[in-house]
């Protein structure tokens, strides 16, 4: 099992698949069972620390990971724990 996480707690995170469409949030940690696909999040910059935005959720996982938009399988996107944003009005 594989789990790269920010040094502060993930508490109060939530799977990037529960985010909701134009939510903003920071990846705190990336935990997965296959560490190849790990590295390859990871290479694609989805790093603890990287910001995102949700741009689509329906029927893939579409979001924004600083500048590099990413289309995810939803399993995949549960791995993923971002702690939101609040959005401001």
Same mark, same amino acid.
């Given at each position: 099992?594989?789990?790269?996480?920010?040094?502060?707690?993930?508490?109060?995170? %939530?799977?990037?698949?529960?985010? /909701? =469409?134009? /939510?903003?949030?920071?990846?705190?940690?990336?935990?997965?069972?296959? =560490?190849?696909? /790990?590295?390859?999040?990871?290479?694609?910059?989805?790093?603890?620390?990287?910001?995102?935005?949700?741009?689509?959720?329906?029927?893939?996982?579409?979001?924004? %990971?600083?500048?590099? =938009?990413? /289309?995810?399988?939803?399993?995949?996107?549960?791995?993923?724990?971002?702690?939101?944003?609040?959005?401001?009005?």
């Amino acid at each position: 099992m594989s789990s790269v996480r920010l040094a502060f707690s993930s508490n109060g995170a %939530c799977p990037l698949s529960s985010m /909701a =469409e134009g /939510a903003r949030g920071v990846i705190v940690e990336v935990h997965t069972h296959d =560490e190849g696909r /790990a590295d390859r999040l990871l290479s694609l910059g989805v790093t603890p620390g990287a910001s995102v935005t949700m741009l689509q959720t329906f029927p893939g996982v579409v979001f924004l %990971c600083d500048q590099t =938009e990413l /289309a995810v399988e939803r399993r995949v996107a549960n791995t993923i724990l971002v702690r939101l944003q609040e959005t401001r009005p």
